[in-house]
């Protein structure tokens, strides 16, 4: 899971006044743990102006076009918890979870977190998580579907 999810990348006290911002949060996370040029925040904006990002249960996934896997230095996750929600066109949003990915690695990434969302308890856990260990423990399958599929 370590080279997917970097524990410096998992923030879980975030506060953002709107999706804007809390997909700029996502993005620079993403920045700073050395997964993605700068450029790719935009492109993450330029993706939820063309369709929103939000899955349900409180949860969305911010990611960048197609034109931004340019950007990507290497596949990666951050998980931001808004504990005081953020409104996501008419939806309110607790955790996002930002993709980076260059090849079709998202598609993987999108599959293995759709099964953890489908299970409301696994998915209430990812809402509530205030320990990062809890996290990497509820994400952990993402690694392991990506590795049985490499």
């Known amino acids: 899971m370590s080279d997917l999810l970097d524990r410096r990348a998992i923030r879980l006290a975030e506060k953002a006044a709107d999706r804007e911002e809390a997909i ?3 993005g620079e996370i993403l920045k700073e743990t050395g997964a993605v040029e ?3 925040i935009d492109t993450m904006l330029a993706r939820e102006q063309s369709i929103s990002t939000y899955v349900g249960e409180g949860v969305a996934i911010p990611h960048g076009t197609l034109s931004g896997k340019e950007l990507v230095k290497r596949d990666a996750l951050a998980v931001l918890r808004f504990p005081e929600g953020v409104d996501w066109g008419g939806e309110q949003v607790t955790v996002c979870v930002a993709i980076a990915a260059a090849g079709d ?5 999108l599959a293995a977190l759709a099964e953890i969302l489908l ?5 209430r856990e990812l809402r509530e998580a205030t ?5 990497i423990q509820l994400l952990g399958s993402i690694q392991e579907e990506k590795d049985s599929n490499s």
């Open 105 to 109: 690695g998202h598609v993987e990434l």
């Open 38 to 40: 700068p450029g790719y």
């Open 131 to 135: 320990d990062p260990d809890k996290v």
């Open 119 to 123: 299970d409301e308890d696994q998915a």
């Open 24 to 26: 700029r949060r996502c």
